[in-house]
């Protein structure tokens, strides 16, 4: 398989993602402000899932962008990302539906936990296909942030039955974390 070939491919199946989480979005049964009130954890969850997804979505295609090619295990890390991330939409719906209690608050935690040891994953297969001093392993570095995000991932969900909100303000600051741009891979290849 070409590297085009899997993006096109990752590309589509977090479109689809994506796509189911706005289908869960129902429609108030009213034609006001209030209406929208018990919404608002359900929407809320939406954001930030929204947010990770797309976050995912772009350090995925600057990832792919500085690599030459793909190979099986490479393949199998890149369905193992997508599994993960395919689960969001159900633990999201679950999370908002149930405003934030500390079981779903935890079990979207694990999602996200999982996630970024699966996107560490790839990053590793990529770079041991490409080698040590590759552009792409160069770009990639140490991956602090990366290693950080799982550290405070794995915090959070146990911290979810201690206090959700707690939890949410530590997944909403790795969100924050990513969000920020991440310049190696574009300032490695010279984009």
């Known amino acids: 398989m070409t590297k085009g070939r899997l993006e096109a491919f990752s590309d589509g199946v977090i479109a689809i993602i ?5 289908l869960e979005l129902k429609v108030p049964q009213g034609a006001d402000f209030a209406a929208l009130a018990p919404l608002a954890p359900v929407f809320l ?3 930030l899932s929204y947010t990770y997804l797309g976050i995912y979505w772009n350090n995925h295609h600057h990832m792919l962008q500085a690599a030459q090619k793909v190979n099986g295990p490479i393949l199998l890390a890149n369905l193992h990302l997508l599994f993960w991330l395919s689960l ?3 633990v ?3 999370m908002g539906e149930n405003h934030f209690a500390a079981l779903p608050v935890a079990l979207y935690g ?3 936990l999982l996630s970024g040891i699966a996107y560490f994953i790839l990053a590793r297969a990529l770079t041991a296909h490409h080698g040590p001093d590759s552009r792409l392993a160069v770009a990639l570095g140490k991956d602090v942030k990366g ?3 799982i550290v405070i991932y794995a915090l959070a969900v ?3 039955f201690v206090n959700p909100w707690i939890a949410l303000a530590l997944y909403n600051a790795v969100a924050l974390m990513w969000f920020i741009p991440d310049r190696r891979i574009e300032s490695t ?3």
Do not use: A
């Open 18 to 22: 994506i796509t189911i989480m706005v």
């Open 45 to 47: 969850s939406y954001v």
């Open 88 to 90: 969001i939409p159900f």
């Open 92 to 94: 999201t719906g679950w």
């Open 110 to 112: 694990m999602v996200l």
């Open 147 to 149: 290693k950080i995000s």
């Open 158 to 160: 146990p911290l979810s």
């Open 189 to 191: 290849l010279g984009d």
